[in-house]
């Protein structure tokens, strides 16, 4: 595993991190616990050291399938969760950063991992309704009683974050960022070059970079992989499936796997402190970090590069 210093939290977080929102059971498909919790002990035990989750993930269930994962290596790894969103009964998505709220999100977060402390908490996505002073004096109360170490964003425009800032520190943020999608490329170098702590979240682009699907597949409409992300959509998967045939003749030279490419492709960027990478089974795990055994070469960058300039635009 490789590891970077992530902001000035004093971190030197793992270039992976676990995304958990594969083992919620809902959104991505069924998984049986006894997965999930062997997945997680098999990223660690390969040197992984954050986990990201979410209150919104699954209802809640991916919350507490975490904290079944994490009995017993709560001291090995560092724990990022949001809030402001809730999702009820799967289908019914709120967004809210009142006072109140965030209260309710920590004291259920807490109690759905069976931990007493956060180490980062996140805001999932800015609510227009609310002012952000009031969300940031909320989240500096939570510091203040200890129940978190630092305050972070996800999906927030650069001048969200300004504005965030009048009231208290925003020290990391995380963003969507993979070959498929470069639009929050310049925000993350933004905020890397002022000392925040990056993350990127579907770096696998929903498991299409995996080369896992060479034929659109049939998910369910309310899957995320079509309900929230584009890559298995029209004219995206197409234009994907190109970029996978550059990418197949990387892999087979080095005889490696395509998601280890494209993990290596996201934490090879200077601005890019960890990628959070969604796994199902300890395969998956233990490919995913088999990838940190070596770098893709300057000239291995600009093939792909290239190629994402050519078939996907960006």
Not at 175 to 197: I, P, T, V
Request: hydrophobic share 35%; net charge negative.
């Amino acid at each position: 595993m490789r590891y970077k210093s992530f902001g000035n939290y004093g971190w030197d977080i793992s270039c992976l991190s676990i995304g958990s929102w594969t083992l919620g059971g809902k959104e991505w498909g069924a998984i049986e616990k006894k997965d999930a919790i062997d997945t997680v002990h098999a990223l660690v035990e390969n040197g992984v050291n954050h986990l990201d989750t979410a209150l919104s993930y699954s209802a809640g269930d991916c919350e507490r399938i975490v904290g079944e994962c994490i009995k017993g290596i709560r001291d090995k790894l560092y724990i990022t969760t949001k809030c402001g969103t809730m999702n009820i009964y799967g289908n019914i998505f709120i967004r809210c950063g009142s006072r109140d709220f965030i209260f309710k999100c920590c004291e259920e977060s807490l109690r759905n991992l069976g931990i007493d402390y956060i180490d980062n908490y996140m805001i999932h996505w800015p609510d227009q309704n609310t002012p952000i002073e009031e969300t940031m004096d909320a989240l500096n109360e939570l510091k203040q009683q200890g129940k978190i170490g630092h305050i972070s964003v996800s999906n927030f425009t650069k001048e969200e974050i300004l504005e965030a800032e009048k009231y208290g520190k925003i020290e990391a943020v995380q963003m969507c960022y993979n070959m498929c999608d470069r639009s929050n490329e310049e925000f993350l170098k933004w905020a890397h070059s002022r000392g925040m702590g990056t993350m990127t979240y579907s770096s696998l682009a929903s498991g299409v970079l995996t080369g896992q699907y060479r034929s659109l597949p049939n998910f369910a409409p309310d899957d995320a992989r079509v309900a929230f992300f584009p890559y298995f959509r029209e004219p995206m998967f197409s234009k994907v499936m190109k970029l996978l045939k550059e990418l197949d003749v990387i892999a087979e030279k080095r005889g490696a796997a395509l998601a280890q490419i494209a993990v290596n492709w996201n934490t090879q960027r200077d601005f890019v402190d960890t990628s959070l990478c969604g796994s199902r089974n300890t395969r998956e795990a233990n490919e995913n970090c088999g990838g940190f055994d070596w770098t893709l070469t300057d000239e291995e960058m600009k093939t792909i590069n290239k190629a994402i300039e050519t078939y996907l635009d960006c």
